[in-house]
């Protein structure tokens, strides 16, 4: 959503979810039950870090989550996983801009191996390509991502499927409209369209080879993105 800045980089390959209930955050400084819970078991060191207070707001932004999309299962204190893994929102933890690298379960979700797990979880900048925390496992199992804001930040959608035949539509995850840039780790070209065009029933906004980035879109395709495709 927020521009910041704009680049195109295209880069050559380097060599079950737990449903909690939600509930609000009690009085200030404290911490609710479902945040508590995530707080206690998703060990990546920058949940640990965060103070009740934090723990607290960041359940409430995922707790909006849910409220706004259907379907949705919260699995790890900033994650919100859809279809089983198809996709997965990660928001940005309490006082940093950006989502933090995927947690554990996350990964296993969408498909990866427990040494890919290892691997992303606790060395997640061991490749040669910084993905900007969009998962880039083995050849076969690869991620595209859409981000909220410019220069990668903001909320972060995450998908490893092939949508050839089928249109995704962004507003079943509260992103229709949202995307100001993105990541494609994997083979898969991934198109995204506007559905409110003049011109037509659908306009092409742009298109993400394999192996390619964008910081930023463009003003004339930023926060315009309705669906997309994603196919070999």
Known sequence: MKKVSSVLVTLVLAAGGVAVASSTADAAGSVSATAAYWAASDSRPAVQALSKTDRSKLQSEIDQQLAATRGGVQISANEVSYNGGDPIVALPLPGSATAPASSAQALKQQGATPTQVQQLTQSPDSLATDWHNCPAGAA??????????????????????????????FNNYGFENRTSGWVNTGVLTVRAFDTSSPLGPALLLWTEPAYTMASYIGDYTNDKADYFTACK
Do not use: I, S, T
């Not at 199992?141 to 804001?149: I, S, T, V």
């Not at 990668?152 to 995704?168: A, M, T």
């Open 140 to 169: 076969d199992n690869r991620w595209y991502c859409f981000y909220e804001d410019a220069d990668f930040l903001g909320k972060r959608l995450q998908w490893n499927y092939e949508h050839c035949y089928d249109k995704v539509y």
